[in-house]
């Protein structure tokens, strides 16, 4: 198999244990999301703009996210360098990607009346599914 198919599997199959430290306490999913806008943003201070909230809040989310993964998820950008995912953060981007995208899945086949299955999701809490 290619090397990018199967870096392409990998991501489709990525556990959402992975995310299951950091989504344990209150407002965690919205830490998530917020860590996944701003790795797509070259500074902490733009994607704080994007977001429409100040930067140390911003800041204070990343730091929150990484201690409870116990890793840190982002390079910060020096003058000349922007910022960028670590090995984890890629990891993580990935997994919550993936989880965002099952819920949306989900909440489109409610939509149209598929109904849910009463299948848990493993690894994130009930408040966050």
């Known amino acids: 198999m290619p090397p990018y198919r199967a870096s392409r599997h990998r991501e489709d199959n ?36 994007a977001l429409g909230i100040n930067q140390p809040t911003l800041v204070i989310q990343i730091n929150r996210l990484e201690r409870d993964l116990g890793q840190p998820l982002l390079e910060r950008a020096e003058r000349g360098r ?5 090995a984890s953060g890629k990891e993580v981007a990935a ?16 939509e149209a009346g598929e109904g849910d299955d009463g299948a848990e999701q493993e690894g994130v809490p009930a408040h966050n599914r």
Not at 20 to 27: D, I
Not at 95 to 110: P, Y
Request: charged share 20%.
């Open 14 to 49: 990525l556990d959402p244990g992975l995310l299951r430290k950091a989504l344990t306490s209150p407002y965690a999913w919205q830490r998530v999301e917020r860590f996944l806008a701003a790795s797509a943003c070259p500074t902490i201070g733009e994607a704080a703009r």
């Open 82 to 86: 922007a910022m960028k995912l670590t």
């Open 95 to 110: 997994a919550a990607g993936n989880i965002r995208g099952q819920a949306s899945g989900r909440v489109l086949k409610s």
